[in-house]
T-cell receptor, first 113, second 117 residues
């Protein structure tokens, strides 16, 4: 079945450091890929998405590129801020497998001033 | 527009008791989903409504869980009787999907944190 694997956290960085959170997936066909973020006390928010190979999703300075050859969708940001502290979830969705999202385990990011 | 609303935000109950979680989707969204995250693990799918009909309930863990969506508006998820392993965060989401829009993500609520003691 479908699965998503992401690096375990927590990831602790200083402000303005470079961020990478690795995400790899297993799925048949051509899934859409997503990054969701959960800030403290809030719900899951869609951060960015990519719907086909080589697409790059971007939002709020975050980027992720859909790499079909390596089945990866790593999240990156060039300079993190304290306000980026949150839990990040990688997820996939296949249109021909119902409408469910398959999530990774989540990665907690802590950014220190 | 108002987002997806979940109530309560937190619930602490004793093992064996009953708890009912409620979700109000975005107005006009026919699709409503329940997910949960148990013990800091991955978020897992529970079920999917299209209007008032259960489209997919393959993720429901057992018959102690009952989901309803009468009238195709808000939904409830009842756990009866609750067990310790049911503790976690229960998320609701809604979307206005179509064949052409399945690539998009959902809008999630803030979740209900359930603690069974």
């Amino acid at each position: 079945g479908d699965s998503v694997t992401q690096m375990e956290g927590p990831v602790t960085l200083s402000e303005e450091a470079f961020l990478t959170i690795n995400c790899t997936y297993t799925a048949t066909g051509y899934p859409s890929l997503f990054w969701y973020v959960q800030y403290p006390g809030e719900g899951l928010q869609l951060l960015l998405k990519a719907t086909k190979a080589d697409d790059k999703g971007s939002n709020k300075g975050f980027e992720a590129t859909y790499r079909k050859e390596t089945t990866s969708f790593h999240l990156e940001k060039g300079s993190v801020q304290v306000s980026d502290s949150a839990v990040y979830f990688c997820a996939l969705r296949r249109g021909n497998a119902g409408n469910m999202l398959t999530f990774g385990g989540g990665t907690r990011l802590m950014v220190k001033p | 527009e108002a987002g997806v609303t979940q109530f309560p935000s937190h619930s602490v109950i004793e093992k064996g008791q009953t708890v009912t979680l409620r979700c109000d989707p975005i107005s006009g969204h026919d699709n409503l989903y329940w997910y949960r995250r148990v013990m800091g693990k991955e978020i897992k799918f529970l079920l999917h409504f299209v209007k008032e009909s259960k489209q997919d309930e393959s993720g429901m863990p057992n018959n102690r869980f009952l989901a309803e969506r009468t009238g195709g508006t808000y939904s409830t998820l009842k756990v009866q009787p609750a067990e310790l392993e049911d503790s976690g965060v229960y998320f609701c989401a809604s979307s206005q999907d179509s064949v052409l829009r399945w690539q998009h993500g959902y809008t999630f609520g803030s979740g209900t944190r359930l603690t069974v003691v």
